[in-house]
């Protein structure tokens, strides 16, 4: 059995589609995994720990301001596998969901609007007291102050950094458990709880389906695993999708 099965078989479909660093890859932005354990040259617990930011925090919004630019400056765009999700979303309407661990914006600039940021955003920062995001596109230091507290306190990067709880659990549990179709793109299973989605989805008899360029780490609970570039794998899928629901 295929997924081409599944879609065959169902007149509506819920997917539920878990994106990470390997969809945006094409566009020109560096996965996580991909230096020996070093983002942009950061040891990960300097640059994406509460703990690193408290001891050193202009080294993070360094860090944070210089890839917020590179997203924002013109060179970074949506690329064929986001812009065959959103033709996909535009066809269903809402019966698509896109849960992605990235921090970019592509998917909303391809055209989805059902997204969810479960690791947070670039373009956005947050109060250090109230956790109230708001949109930010400007470089970001330690001077800035929010508007939700008075006085304002301090802003930091609205990123979900290892040991804090991702972002709209709740929802993106109720989404896994009405999913008739899981599909996993660009990530490499290390970071949970995105790495236990495919168990859950599993559970509640979802048609689990793998596309990466290489096995991730949680390969063999996928019904399905299917390796390339995104770029090809997703409006191939895409186009699956539209032929038979
Ligand atoms: C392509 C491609 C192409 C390349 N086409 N594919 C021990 C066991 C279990 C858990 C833990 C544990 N110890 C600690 C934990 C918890 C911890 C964790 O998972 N740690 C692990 C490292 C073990 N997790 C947390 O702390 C999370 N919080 C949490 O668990 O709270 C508890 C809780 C949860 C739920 C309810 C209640 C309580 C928070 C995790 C926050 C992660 N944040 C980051 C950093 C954001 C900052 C930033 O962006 O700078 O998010 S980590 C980083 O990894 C980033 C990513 O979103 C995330 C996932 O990475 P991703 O997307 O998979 O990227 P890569 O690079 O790893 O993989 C890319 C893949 O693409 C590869 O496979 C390539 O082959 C592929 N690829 N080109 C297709 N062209």
Known sequence: MTYIDILKSKSECNIVVLTGAGISAESGIKTFRDGNGLWENHKVEDVATP????????????FYNERRAQLLSGEVHPNPAHIAL???????????????????????????????????????????????????VAELNASDRCHCCSPGTPLRPNIVWFGEIPYNMEKIETLLFDADLFVSIGTSGNVYPAAGFVSFANQCNAYTLELNLEPSNGQTQFAESRQGPASELIPEFVSNCLKYL
């Open 86 to 136: 959103a033709e996909l979303e535009k066809a269903l309407k809402s019966n698509i969901w896109i849960v992605t661990q990235n921090v970019d914006n592509l998917h909303e600039r391809a055209g989805n609007q059902n997204v969810i940021h479960m690791h947070g955003e670039l373009a956005s920062a947050k109060c250090a007291v109230t956790n109230q995001a708001q949109n930010w």
């Open 51 to 62: 703990e690193g930011f408290a001891a050193n925090p202009s080294l993070v919004y360094k």
